[in-house]
Protein backbone atom coordinates (compact mmCIF):
# COMPACT_ATOMS: atom_id res chain seq x y z
CA UNK A 1 0.00 0.00 0.00
CA UNK A 2 1.44 3.49 -1.37
CA UNK A 3 0.19 5.78 1.66
CA UNK A 4 0.79 9.34 1.82
CA UNK A 5 0.18 11.33 4.93
CA UNK A 6 0.30 15.66 4.74
CA UNK A 7 -0.18 16.80 8.32
CA UNK A 8 -1.40 20.71 8.17
CA UNK A 9 -1.91 21.07 12.10
CA UNK A 10 -0.53 23.75 14.16
CA UNK A 11 3.00 22.64 16.19
CA UNK A 12 1.49 22.11 19.36
CA UNK A 13 -0.75 19.58 17.77
CA UNK A 14 1.93 17.88 15.70
CA UNK A 15 3.46 15.51 18.02
CA UNK A 16 4.96 12.05 17.24
CA UNK A 17 2.58 10.22 18.99
CA UNK A 18 -0.21 11.89 16.43
CA UNK A 19 1.72 11.32 13.41
CA UNK A 20 2.09 7.78 14.75
CA UNK A 21 -1.31 6.78 15.56
CA UNK A 22 -3.21 8.48 12.36
CA UNK A 23 -0.54 6.24 10.69
CA UNK A 24 -0.57 3.29 11.97
CA UNK A 25 -4.82 3.49 12.14
CA UNK A 26 -5.12 4.41 8.37
CA UNK A 27 -2.52 1.78 7.43
CA UNK A 28 -4.98 -1.00 9.23
CA UNK A 29 -8.09 0.47 7.77
CA UNK A 30 -6.96 0.81 4.14
CA UNK A 31 -5.33 -2.45 4.72
CA UNK A 32 -9.02 -3.93 4.59
CA UNK A 33 -10.06 -2.48 1.51
CA UNK A 34 -6.39 -3.65 0.01
CA UNK A 35 -7.21 -7.20 0.96
CA UNK A 36 -11.13 -6.93 -0.34
CA UNK A 37 -9.90 -5.63 -3.33
CA UNK A 38 -6.94 -7.55 -4.30
CA UNK A 39 -5.04 -4.74 -5.81
CA UNK A 40 -2.60 -2.61 -4.40
CA UNK A 41 -4.07 1.01 -2.97
CA UNK A 42 -2.48 4.32 -3.03
CA UNK A 43 -4.46 6.64 -0.43
CA UNK A 44 -3.49 10.36 0.52
CA UNK A 45 -4.57 11.63 3.50
CA UNK A 46 -4.77 15.38 4.63
CA UNK A 47 -5.11 16.40 8.51
CA UNK A 48 -5.75 19.96 8.59
CA UNK A 49 -6.57 21.98 11.80
CA UNK A 50 -9.52 24.05 11.66
CA UNK A 51 -10.69 26.65 14.23
CA UNK A 52 -13.00 24.51 16.05
CA UNK A 53 -11.83 21.18 15.37
CA UNK A 54 -9.76 18.57 12.36
CA UNK A 55 -10.64 18.06 8.89
CA UNK A 56 -9.52 14.95 7.43
CA UNK A 57 -9.06 13.53 3.25
CA UNK A 58 -8.96 10.35 2.51
CA UNK A 59 -8.47 9.67 -1.40
CA UNK A 60 -7.98 6.37 -2.74
CA UNK A 61 -6.11 6.92 -6.08
CA UNK A 62 -6.31 4.68 -8.90
CA UNK A 63 -9.05 3.20 -11.78
CA UNK A 64 -11.65 5.50 -9.55
CA UNK A 65 -10.90 8.04 -6.88
CA UNK A 66 -13.23 8.09 -4.04
CA UNK A 67 -12.42 10.55 -1.43
CA UNK A 68 -14.15 11.62 1.98
CA UNK A 69 -13.71 14.15 4.11
CA UNK A 70 -14.69 14.69 7.76
CA UNK A 71 -14.61 16.80 10.66
CA UNK A 72 -14.06 16.36 14.13
CA UNK A 73 -13.48 18.07 17.69
CA UNK A 74 -10.45 15.20 18.20
CA UNK A 75 -8.28 13.99 15.57
CA UNK A 76 -8.86 10.33 16.15
CA UNK A 77 -12.74 10.84 15.55
CA UNK A 78 -11.72 12.72 12.71
CA UNK A 79 -9.72 10.14 11.07
CA UNK A 80 -12.00 7.37 11.83
CA UNK A 81 -14.69 8.99 10.26
CA UNK A 82 -13.42 9.66 7.00
CA UNK A 83 -12.25 6.21 6.96
CA UNK A 84 -15.64 4.85 7.28
CA UNK A 85 -16.96 7.04 4.82
CA UNK A 86 -14.70 5.99 2.40
CA UNK A 87 -14.95 2.31 3.08
CA UNK A 88 -18.32 2.78 2.82
CA UNK A 89 -18.00 4.47 -0.72
CA UNK A 90 -15.47 1.58 -2.15
CA UNK A 91 -18.14 -1.45 -0.70
CA UNK A 92 -20.98 0.63 -2.70
CA UNK A 93 -18.66 0.80 -5.49
CA UNK A 94 -17.42 -2.82 -5.26
CA UNK A 95 -20.77 -3.93 -5.07
CA UNK A 96 -21.88 -1.97 -8.00
CA UNK A 97 -19.09 -3.39 -9.99
CA UNK A 98 -19.97 -7.00 -9.42
CA UNK A 99 -23.22 -6.87 -9.90
CA UNK A 100 -22.76 -5.71 -13.86
CA UNK A 101 -20.25 -8.65 -13.99
CA UNK A 102 -22.62 -10.79 -12.64
CA UNK A 103 -25.19 -9.76 -14.93
CA UNK A 104 -23.15 -9.43 -17.74
CA UNK A 105 -22.20 -13.37 -17.37
CA UNK A 106 -25.98 -14.76 -17.01
CA UNK A 107 -27.41 -12.79 -20.42
CA UNK A 108 -24.47 -13.93 -22.17
CA UNK A 109 -24.98 -17.49 -21.69
CA UNK A 110 -28.88 -16.76 -22.06
CA UNK A 111 -30.18 -17.77 -25.32
CA UNK A 112 -33.27 -15.53 -26.51
CA UNK A 113 -37.10 -17.07 -26.78
CA UNK A 114 -38.21 -18.03 -29.93
CA UNK A 115 -41.79 -16.48 -30.69
Not at 71 to 76: A, G, T, V
Amino acid sequence: MELTVVNKLSPQNRTDANETFVRKHLEAKLGKIEQRWGKPVAARVTTEEQPVGFAVTVALLGDQEIVARAFSQKLPKAVDAAVDKVTRQFEISNEMREGRERQRRYTAGKTPAEF
